[in-house]
């Protein structure tokens, strides 16, 4: 069974940074497309970021710029850096894996984690 256990969310001041954290466990060879998403009360979950099995990154327009997404495959561990961070950035923010497809639709990814808070204050 995979799973997928985020880490690493927190509260700063708006400027600051954060490097959020995404291990997963339950499987033995690498995800064909992993991302990350977030969410606010009352709203869609938004596509982030995602990162593909060739190496290939692609982020939203609100955070091209400013976020960095890796992963370490000897830890099988996808990251999120977050840098100059805005008020608008506060979420829960979710890590996501896929076998099969790469995209920014929620639909398309089969796996998720429990998410991570933050919170950015001005």
């Known amino acids: 069974q995979v799973q997928l256990v985020e880490s690493g969310g927190g509260s700063v001041q708006a400027g600051g940074s954060l490097r959020l954290s995404c291990q997963a466990f339950g499987y033995s060879y690498s995800m064909y497309c992993t991302g990350w998403f977030r969410q606010v009360p009352g709203k869609e979950r938004e596509w982030v970021a995602a990162h593909d099995i060739g190496g290939t990154t692609t982020y939203a327009d609100a955070v091209k710029g400013r976020f960095t997404i890796s992963e370490d495959n000897a830890k099988n561990t996808l990251y999120l850096r977050m840098n100059s961070l805005k008020p608008e950035d506060t979420a829960m923010y979710y890590c996501?894996?896929?076998?099969?497809?790469?995209?920014?639709?929620?639909?398309?990814?089969?796996?998720w984690g429990q998410g991570t808070q933050v919170t950015v204050s001005s």
């Open positions: 996501a894996a896929s076998f099969q497809h790469c995209s920014s639709r929620t639909v398309d990814f089969r796996y």
